[in-house]
């Protein structure tokens, strides 16, 4: 099985390292591989995407054109990539940043106000971890005991203060219901 993610938004919403996260726990997982970072020169405000494959066969190529689960965290990524999810994919979108919603009725779509739960619980910058915990309950691409361990295993001991607000977003997204 191959999956395809594209995780897109502004530098500094935490695009590359949630792309990290994944491809890290596939890797863990003993999957190969493929993350792809993209970044404009602005890094923080400019835009950025990653393109992150898990798969049980090798990878001919890191680039994802169709993805089969895309992260939208802004509106202009949902604007450029949204039209680009393959049929019977998902669109995860952060409706914190994003008031629309998509027409396509050949994809699941699923809406987290991630950045505004991400503020509500005093964890900014902690959307991205929050959408996360949301994508591991929604696909079971991966164990959610097995991924919060690889995330914290990965975080480094002078940023140990961040384990447990990693943890309590994720924890958001992964209970986060829909109205």
Not at 142 to 157: L, Q, R, Y
Not at 169 to 179: H, K, M, Q, R, T
């Amino acid at each position: 099985m191959t999956t395809k993610i594209l995780i897109a938004g502004f530098g500094g919403q935490g695009v590359l390292f949630a792309g990290k996260q994944i491809a890290k726990m596939g890797m863990d997982a003993g999957m190969k591989v493929s993350w792809l970072p993209s970044y404009g020169p602005e890094m923080r405000g400019g835009t950025a995407n990653c393109s992150v494959i898990v798969s049980d066969e090798e990878i001919g190529s890191p680039i994802v054109n169709t993805p089969d689960i895309l992260f939208s965290f802004n509106i202009q990524s949902f604007d450029k990539f949204e039209k680009s999810i393959k049929a019977g994919g998902i669109l995860f979108a952060d409706s914190s940043l994003i008031s629309k919603k998509s027409t396509r009725a050949d994809i699941k779509c699923v809406y987290v106000p991630a950045t505004e739960l991400a503020s509500e619980n005093e964890l900014t910058g902690g959307a991205n971890v929050i959408m996360l915990g949301k994508f591991i309950k929604e696909t079971g691409l991966f164990a959610k005991d097995e991924f919060i361990e690889h995330m914290v295993s990965s975080i480094p001991s002078n940023k140990a203060k961040l384990i447990e607000n990693n943890k309590k977003a994720f924890s958001i997204g992964y209970n986060y219901e829909e109205n």
